[in-house]
């Protein structure tokens, strides 16, 4: 796994704002606190946006809102998938951060 701690590219900052955005696709608009420069823009695949401590409910209306979602799929087992795989990932990235910048981690 090759992972990488985002930095504002004009003033070299980590400290960064995550901007949400729901359009015809859901987008993350990050952005420097610092200097207030734009940084970079995510698209969230559909279907792919996991928010840790929200319930399914919430998942419910992210996919209902996501039209790009056509599955029939119990949607249930879909956020228990989601959830799941999401905190593996999150743990993954974690421990390839730990071991690219050990006690270094910006
Ligand atoms: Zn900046």
């Known amino acids: 796994m090759d ?5 504002c590219q004009n003033c070299g900052s980590r400290n960064l ?3 949400l955005s ?8 990050v952005q420097c606190r610092d200097c207030e420069h734009f940084v970079a823009r995510y698209v969230v ?12 409910e919430s998942f419910l209306r992210t996919v209902t809102l996501d039209s790009g979602f056509t599955s029939g799929r119990d949607l249930k087992a879909v956020f ?11 743990g993954k990235a974690l ?11 910006p």
Not at 3 to 7: D, S, T
Not at 22 to 29: G, L, M, N, P
């Open 3 to 7: 992972v990488y701690i985002q930095k």
């Open 17 to 19: 704002r995550n901007i």
């Open 22 to 29: 729901r359009e015809s696709a859901q987008h993350v608009y």
């Open 45 to 56: 695949a559909s279907g792919g946006y996991f928010h840790e401590g929200r319930d399914y």
């Open 80 to 90: 228990d998938e989601v959830a799941e795989s999401s905190r593996k990932g999150f």
């Open 95 to 105: 421990q390839a951060a730990n071991d690219k910048y050990g006690d270094e981690l």
